[in-house]
């Protein structure tokens, strides 16, 4: 199984065709139900969209709220769904997730979440979800071989929340003509579009 495969974001190659959302709601862990979704930026004023899949932190909150210690990381780094065994759906994991990626599925009593296809990628296939975009805004590809093909991009794997920094095993792409220092999630909430679109700052590392 190759070692060097990243999983990268590139949210400006979005066409809203969710057919990520088909696709991973057949993989065969996920009970029919899809584990990424896509969302409108500003669904009044533009039809931008960006997929939203687990961030896979590298210190992850849903993990360290989690009072029944039912959501474990795998030793490469994968944030897992809740075991059925153990997940109480106290939801704790939903509120604490900095991204919003968690879902509490009722019906089952258990948080279901995307675990980057493990029962694929674990085997040395991709993600159901990279496997079917049309557009290249999911890949799972080797680091070198997404830089070659995106000349104009660059990845990033640090986002800032307010003051807080949250990095990640999933990468974002971002322009490569500024520093990614990392991105500022929350400086652009209450902003509204201009032309139908809604900027996320790139910002660089404090050299001191």
Do not use: W
């Amino acid at each position: 199984m190759a070692t060097d495969m990243e999983f990268f974001v590139d949210p400006h190659r979005c066409i809203g065709c969710h057919a990520c959302e088909h696709a991973c709601a057949e993989c065969e862990t996920h009970k029919g139900h899809s584990m990424i979704h896509i969302e409108y930026v500003e669904r009044s004023t533009s039809v931008q969209t960006v997929p939203v899949v687990c961030m896979h932190c590298h210190s992850p909150t849903c993990a360290d709220v989690c009072p029944a210690d039912a959501i474990k990381r795998s030793a490469d780094g994968r944030v897992m769904t809740a075991r059925k065994p153990r997940c109480i759906a106290c939801s704790n994991c939903v509120l604490a997730c900095p991204f919003g990626v968690p879902k509490m599925m009722a019906e089952f009593d258990l948080m279901m979440k995307c675990d980057m296809c493990y029962d694929r990628t674990s085997t040395g296939r991709k993600p159901m979800c990279a496997t079917v975009c049309p557009s290249g805004a999911l890949t799972y590809a080797p680091r070198a071989e997404v830089e070659a093909m995106r000349k104009r991009s660059q990845p990033t794997n640090a986002f800032k929340f307010g003051g807080q920094t949250v990095t990640t095993k999933v990468n974002m792409m971002v322009p490569r003509d500024r520093a990614a220092g990392h991105l500022d999630v929350t400086a652009a909430m209450h902003d509204h579009p201009a032309a139908g679109l809604i900027a996320l700052t790139v910002l660089a590392d404090d050299p001191t």
